[in-house]
Nanobody, 129 residues
Framework: QVQLVESGGGLVQPGGSLRLSCAAP????????IGWFRQAPGKEREAVSC????????YYVDSVKGRFTVSRHIGNNTIYLQMNSLKPDDTATYYC??????????????????????WGLGTQVTVSS
């Protein structure tokens, strides 16, 4: 039932960096657009970034632009989210998700999580001094 597997989360001080990984044991990630979402306690799940399968375009919400970078490694069948200059507001459980429906574009911040077909269980990121 676990379709995607996230890893790389942890505790980091403000200004630090983490790299999250998203692996797919049972399918080829390059066939799907992939989104990174996060959810803090008491808050709704929100999209932070995505990467298209059609043209490899990458999109970010304004709050992470210039700090986060999403990438795809074809050989490893893995999607990465490099997170730099982390802030306490970045604290959340981070999820990757894959979609067979269009969702990834300039309005990634308004992406509906229900459009995503496959999810992982998440990895915790805590930014604190």
């Amino acid at each position: 039932q676990v379709q995607l597997v996230e890893s790389g989360g942890g505790l980091v001080q403000p200004g630090g960096s983490l790299r999250l990984s998203c692996a797919a044991p049972a399918f080829t990630l390059s066939w799907y657009a992939i989104g990174w979402f996060r959810q803090a306690p008491g808050k709704e799940r929100e999209a932070v970034s995505c990467i298209r399968n059609s043209d490899d375009s990458k999109y970010y919400v304004d709050s992470v632009k210039g700090r986060f970078t999403v990438s795809r490694h074809i050989g490893n069948n893995t999607i990465y989210l490099q997170m730099n200059s982390l802030k306490p507001d970045d604290t959340a459980t981070y999820y990757c998700a894959a979609s067979g429906k269009p969702f990834c574009g300039k309005k990634i911040g308004a992406a509906d999580p229900s459009l995503l077909d496959y999810w992982g269980l998440g990895t915790q990121v805590t930014v604190s001094s």
